[in-house]
């Protein structure tokens, strides 16, 4: 059994064992890139004394999802767990899902992160524990009709048959699996066309343009689709990031993935903004990982906080409090 130092970072420890399970022997692959390298070389430093590790750095993708290099893809296939320090995250990726598929990589999404998280935050949370609050969630959280409401304004109604949760545990043990710690949620995608109703954003919108928001983020949903986004400065910025793809798909509601990690709080950084307990994230765009068919350029999230979530006649969560 491994023995790891008293003075390593609680967090560091945390992705060696709680989050992945690794054993001496395995291959671990590091991608970072240029602008998160501070992050991959920290992780990279540690897991190469005491497993078979390789670091690959490439250029930042141009958005979440965004497939990476031919030479990160063949390594995805050649180890066990593999560690994405990035800017934007490969959750998403063909590359990822396909290769998870095979039934041998462990992925574990790091994109966005901070030092301080390794020592403070979610990633000290007892994973066991997180568990089990989502597997008790998730039974509860399936039905035929979604209603999300939040103190700021947001009403959306939509429609979630047939769709089954997906689950966030922060952890990748299994082979095949794949997380984002410290995130914890279970999600569910709308189904395609269904979405009606107005989201207003005042958590985060995890974007190196954007993160905290300062002021609320005001989108109009029609037919499933964002058709018109309004508020002040950073409403402009999202607006333009989403019009620059080009692409209608984009604004495709894809996701509601309420956040069960009681530990994290909003920071700015994707994994502890999206895993917040008591908020939920809105995806938009990419589909594929929810049941959905709708494979578009961008899976970005987007927070608000303090929510009611009613699926069908049953409070899941009434005002940012855990009813089930």
């Known amino acids: 059994m491994l023995k790891f130092p008293k003075d390593m970072p609680l967090g560091i420890k945390q992705l060696f064992t709680s989050v992945s399970n690794l054993k001496e022997g395995e291959k671990v692959l590091v991608i970072t890139d ?38 990160v893809r063949a390594a995805l296939n050649a180890c066990d767990v593999a560690f994405g320090a990035t800017t934007m995250s490969l959750y998403h990726s063909k590359a990822r899902l396909e290769t998870s598929k095979n039934g041998r990589l462990r992925w574990v999404g790091l994109q966005d992160y901070a030092l301080h998280m390794f020592e403070k935050g979610g990633l000290t949370a007892d994973f066991d524990e997180v568990r089990q609050v989502i597997d008790r969630v998730s039974k509860y959280y399936q039905g035929k009709t979604f209603t999300l409401t939040a103190p700021g304004g947001t009403h959306l109604v939509c429609s979630i048959e047939g769709r089954k949760p997906v689950f966030d545990y ?17 999600a569910l995608g709308p189904v395609e066309g269904t979405a009606n109703g107005v989201i207003v954003f005042d958590g985060s919108i995890p974007h190196p343009l954007l993160n905290l928001l300062d002021e609320p983020v005001i989108c109009k949903v029609e037919n499933g689709f964002i058709t018109e986004i309004t508020g002040g ?34 920071c700015g950084h994707m994994a502890p903004d999206e895993g917040s307990f008591g908020n939920i994230h809105i995806g938009i765009g990419k589909n594929l990982n929810f049941g959905g068919h709708v494979d578009s350029p961008l899976h970005m999230d987007l927070v608000l906080k303090t929510v009611t979530v009613v699926i069908d006649d049953c409070t899941i969560m009434k005002d940012g409090v855990l009813m089930v």
């Open 34 to 71: 240029d602008n998160k390298r501070e992050i991959g070389e920290f992780v990279y430093n540690y897991a190469k004394e005491y497993f078979d590790t390789t670091m690959i750095v490439m250029a930042p993708r141009e958005g979440h999802g965004a497939e990476p290099t031919d030479a």
């Open 170 to 186: 922060g952890t990748s043990k299994e082979p095949g699996s794949a997380s984002f710690p410290p995130n914890a949620e279970v």
């Open 233 to 266: 400065r950073e409403a402009d910025i999202l607006r333009k990031l989403l019009a620059d793809f080009n692409d209608p798909t984009v604004y495709n509601i894809a996701e509601l993935g309420l956040g069960l990690n009681k530990e994290n709080y909003l």
